[in-house]
């Protein structure tokens, strides 16, 4: 079979649907780039927490010292001493500064600063890595009050992501206003029109496309037996989507631009579809998230205040 690349491919692209335009993407420079800072200063607290509790010879504040850089900070194995007093006050900082998502979100006039996803992208780069940074700032030293905050922040680390997971199955525009269902079936609609009109009606093309379906959801479900049937149906997709990648990779006769344009629509369609048929589960879960992460959150952000201030009234200031 031969396919005549010049008929179709170049006659739709994929930016020309307005619907698209509307959707929130993931943005993958900023993606990237927080995952690679996030990993790095993580693993940097970490390692260097070790070697300092450990009592090694060497360790990360020598080597910066070395370069004339934070030379008052002594080795230390107490929170309010050393480097651990600093990483203490970034902490908190990173914790302080992830609340302007809450901001962007509620607030008409930041509306146009960015996608409310790459928002909240930060927000989670700052929340994990203000949860390590003060980990660590404890020296592992939890008692009194300090340790309701401490725990809180955990349980609101751990079920950030969780929320984050839930957050990805609701369609957002960029504005970050949720997509009703017949917006999303208009979506999916129209995405099956410029399927065929950017790539053709090729069976071969269309068996592609086609392989991507999702299974029908149910409120009725628990929330534990719903988690789980996502994550299932998350994983069977991926490793679906996977499959249809490999058999484009070896396919000899479309030709790459193709391959590429048919694989990007393929994604979306299952994206769309997920959403379609999951979208009042993921709804109901994002609430009764919301009911469990706030107080939490709240609470964590008490203690840490409590925490702040009696250390300004009590502590030493010695570093």
Not at 215 to 228: C, E, M, Q, R, T
Not at 250 to 278: A, C, G, H, Y
Request: proline fraction near 3%; aromatic fraction near 12%.
């Amino acid at each position: 079979m031969t396919m005549k690349t010049g008929q179709g491919v170049g006659s739709a692209k994929m930016g020309n649907n307005p619907r698209r335009e509307t959707i929130a993407k993931l943005n993958w420079p900023l993606h990237i780039f927080l995952w690679i800072t996030g990993i790095s200063i993580c693993t940097a607290a970490l390692l260097e927490s070790y070697l300092q509790l450990s009592g090694a010879s060497y360790h990360l504040l020598g080597f910066v010292q070395n370069y004339g850089y934070l030379d008052k900070y002594d080795r230390a194995n107490e929170p309010n001493k050393g480097i651990w007093h600093l990483v203490g006050i970034v902490g908190s900082a990173c914790f302080i500064i992830m609340m302007s998502y809450s901001i962007r979100k509620r607030f008409s006039f930041m509306v146009d600063t960015g996608s409310l996803r790459s928002w909240l992208d930060v927000h989670m780069f700052l929340g994990i890595v203000g949860t390590v940074l003060t980990t660590t700032h404890t020296t592992y030293k939890l008692g009194g009050m300090v340790s309701i905050s401490f725990w809180c922040m955990v349980i609101v680390a751990s079920s950030g992501l969780l929320g984050r997971y839930l957050y990805g199955w609701i369609p957002h525009q960029v504005s970050g206003k949720e997509l009703e269902m017949e917006e999303i079936r208009a979506y999916l609609e129209a995405s099956d029109h410029q399927m065929q009109d950017a790539l053709g009606k090729s069976p071969k093309i269309v068996k592609y496309y086609d392989q991507i379906s999702s299974p029908p959801g149910s409120d009725k479900d628990n929330a534990l037996v719903a988690i789980f049937k996502m994550i299932f149906y998350d994983i069977a997709n991926m490793l679906l989507i996977s499959k249809i990648w490999v058999e484009l990779i070896v396919d000899k006769e479309l030709p790459t631009s193709v391959k590429k344009q048919l694989f990007s629509m393929i994604r979306e369609k299952n994206n769309m579809l997920r959403s379609r048929n999951f979208l009042a589960t993921a709804q109901r879960l994002l609430h009764y998230w919301h009911v469990f992460h706030k107080p939490l959150a709240l609470m964590m952000f008490i203690v840490m205040f409590l925490h702040i201030v009696v250390w300004f009234l009590f502590g030493t200031h010695e570093l």
